[in-house]
């Protein structure tokens, strides 16, 4: 404990979540370690999360947990404004390596979460439940940032486009009527509450027409059929998802490297493929809809789900006043990020207002404190306490790092 009380800065070691629609390969070769053979690598958690909380590599080689020592020293990690506020670290940064679709979710709000987590203790439903909606009290608005062609779904289409979709696609014409009179609610209401042999007999002709298309490489993946075709392959014979619906009537979007999108409560969306940088508010707080076999709560799903058509805003990146930084705001007070680009040489200096983490994805860079200096290596992040100057030096071209912190909360 006397190494902790002495310093401020730490190499951070995170935890991989071995999800079945991860990668095999993309986040263990990047953190520095031998991929084993059949196992998904689908998320690599930095953070305080008591699911999978980081640990902080000591200068004697030992390790401690990052989320026991906040619910220790609070102030002297997050600072006193953040301590008083959340009493934790408000964030939790991920990288994600999608390789099948994740289901279509929707987040809670902080309200909703604190009601929803309250009714299902009160119900008796244990936190790790599969029946389980609400894992905490906090809400889960999320941004997410491509480190090269992601694909996602995001948020009902405008109404006109989703009126083009319904009339351009010949199986669902028998929900234009629906969405005419009901709009976005009714419609979603009349797909999620579906009888399965009904759901079969819409999407079996559609399966037909697509599939072959699909399976003889005829597809895109800016067409929803692409998409809808894919969950179909892994769909039981005898009967299909009813997400791949919603394949339809989402925005689909390709996020290019670089660009970022923000995922606000109430927003349905789903990842469908690609590598991305993730920073959330630190919450697992996940209810489904569809394109899982897990659990999928209609009643619990329309209460939170936006019934609104949008129009995506993909967030290119915003200068900083530090020439090396761009930042990708968010309206959530709980997490900002922001890119750092150095090349040998180049000196980015900065004073941590709450603990923040730094995230190096290509090149080296030196961190120097008052108290340490370390070597930042590719795959590797470090964690700096509140109140702290830091600089980082460019050591080889290119360097690329995503800093994750808490923007101050009197701004």
């Known amino acids: 404990m006397a190494i902790i009380m002495e310093e401020y800065t730490f190499k951070l070691v995170g935890k991989i979540q071995n999800y079945a629609w991860g990668g095999h390969t993309f986040i263990p070769q990047l953190i520095g370690q031998r991929p084993e053979p059949g196992m998904t690598y689908a998320e690599y958690w930095m953070g305080a999360h008591e699911k999978a909380p980081s640990d902080l590599l000591l200068s004697d080689g030992t390790f401690t947990s990052l989320s026991g020592l906040i619910e220790k020293e609070p102030e002297r990690l997050l600072g006193a404004e953040v301590a008083r506020k959340y009493g934790r670290l408000p964030f939790l940064f991920k990288i994600l390596d999608v390789r099948e679709m994740l289901s279509i979710q929707v987040h809670p709000t902080k309200d909703q979460a604190e009601r929803g987590f309250a009714r299902e203790n009160a119900l008796g439903i244990p936190l790790n439940a599969a029946a389980r909606n609400y894992k905490d009290t906090n809400h889960k608005p999320e941004l997410q940032l491509a480190l090269g062609d992601f694909w996602l779904l995001h948020g009902f289409q405008p ?15 028998s929900f234009l009527p629906v969405f005419t009179s009901g709009g976005y609610r009714e419609l979603y209401k009349y797909i999620m509450e579906m009888p399965l042999p009904q759901v079969n007999a819409i ?18 993946k800016h067409s929803p059929d692409f998409w809808a ?23 689909l979007i390709r996020l290019k490297q670089g660009q970022a ?3 606000d409560a109430g927003v349905p969306h789903a990842a469908l493929m690609g590598q991305a940088i993730e920073i959330m ?11 899982t076999p897990k659990h999928v ?46 090349d040998k040489g180049d000196i980015y200096e900065n004073l941590t207002y709450s603990s923040e983490i730094e995230l190096n994805l290509s090149g080296e860079a030196r961190l120097d404190t008052a108290s340490k200096e370390m070597l930042i290596k590719k795959g590797e992040s470090a964690i700096i ?18 800093r994750a912190f808490v923007p101050h909360l009197s701004l």
């Open 159 to 173: 109404a006109d486009q989703l009126h083009t979709v319904l009339n351009r696609v010949p199986e669902f014409s």
């Open 203 to 220: 999407l079996g002709p559609l399966a037909e027409r697509i599939l072959k298309r699909y399976d003889g490489g005829a597809l895109e």
């Open 229 to 251: 075709a894919r969950a179909m392959r892994n769909s039981p014979v005898t009967e299909y998802d009813r997400g791949i619906f919603s394949i339809y009537f989402f925005n």
């Open 261 to 263: 999108i923000f995922q």
């Open 281 to 291: 508010a630190n919450s697992d707080n996940v209810i489904r809809g569809g394109l």
């Open 297 to 342: 709560d209609v009643a619990q799903l329309l209460t939170l789900i936006s019934f609104k058509g949008i129009q995506p805003e993909i967030l290119e990146g915003q200068p900083d006043i530090n020439p090396y930084e761009v930042s990708y705001p968010s309206p959530c007070p709980d997490f900002h990020l922001s890119r750092i680009l150095l």
């Open 385 to 402: 306490f509140g109140g702290k100057k830091y600089r980082l030096r460019g050591i080889a071209e290119k360097t690329l790092l995503f």
